[in-house]
């Protein structure tokens, strides 16, 4: 018990301390192939999106289910700063599109990443201000995350900030997810199937 109290305090220090990735064919099985990549291609379509109005920072950044993880290998994540997208991918196959918002003035460092054991519920830093829920870390160990828009002193989201989600950076460096997606996010690296060592691509 010690040994967990322990990690967990070290943990939300760290999280604390946030700055806030053929041949054509006429056979049924090719015909089958093809018309099985279209409906793949059409579920991850922009019209997928959820509008960017209203409240729609509390919610999932798609207007369809989150993909069952347990069905794909090869996962790994990519973050556009200048789109304002992070795409969850399996064999260079786009899985689910989340609006996001990366650092303000080149603070997210780009490069390949991975996820790292560091998560965390909540936290907040003092000295910017703010904080947020549902932390997944992705460099140094606590310091660059994955996060749910941010909160304020009381915990509250503010409105102001989460209603630059998907429209341009505005983090200190961690990249922002609307709500609904940064619980699922952590949701799924908590369970162990977006485990530690996922690949994590920031792009510019």
């Avoid at 993909?67 to 789109?83: C, G, M, Q, R, Y």
């Avoid at 603070?107 to 936290?123: C, L, M, R, V, W």
Wanted: glycine share 6%.
């Amino acid at each position: 018990m010690k040994k967990i109290i322990s990690i967990s305090f070290i943990v939300m220090m760290l999280l604390s301390l946030s700055a806030c990735a053929n041949h054509q064919s006429d056979t049924v099985a090719a015909r089958a192939h093809k018309t099985s990549t279209s409906k793949n291609i059409k579920k991850h379509t922009a019209s997928q999106m959820r509008n960017l109005t209203g409240d729609y920072w509390l919610l999932s950044s798609e207007v369809i289910n989150y993909p069952d993880l347990t069905k794909f290998t090869n996962l790994f994540i990519e973050t556009s700063i200048s789109k304002n997208r992070t795409y969850l991918k399996s064999n260079n196959e786009v899985l689910y599109t989340f609006y996001s918002s990366a650092g303000m003035n080149h603070t997210t460092p780009t490069g390949t990443y991975a996820i790292q054991p560091e998560t965390s519920p909540t936290f907040y830093n003092a000295n910017e201000g703010e904080g947020a829920n549902y932390a997944v870390s992705w460099l140094d160990h606590g310091i660059y995350l994955f996060h749910s828009v941010p909160i304020d002193a009381s915990g509250n989201y503010m409105t102001t900030e989460a209603e630059k989600l998907g429209k341009q950076p505005s983090s200190h460096g961690c990249v922002r997810l609307s709500v609904a997606d940064s619980h699922w996010l952590y949701q799924q690296a908590n369970l162990g199937l977006l485990p530690v060592g996922t690949p994590v691509i920031i792009s510019p």
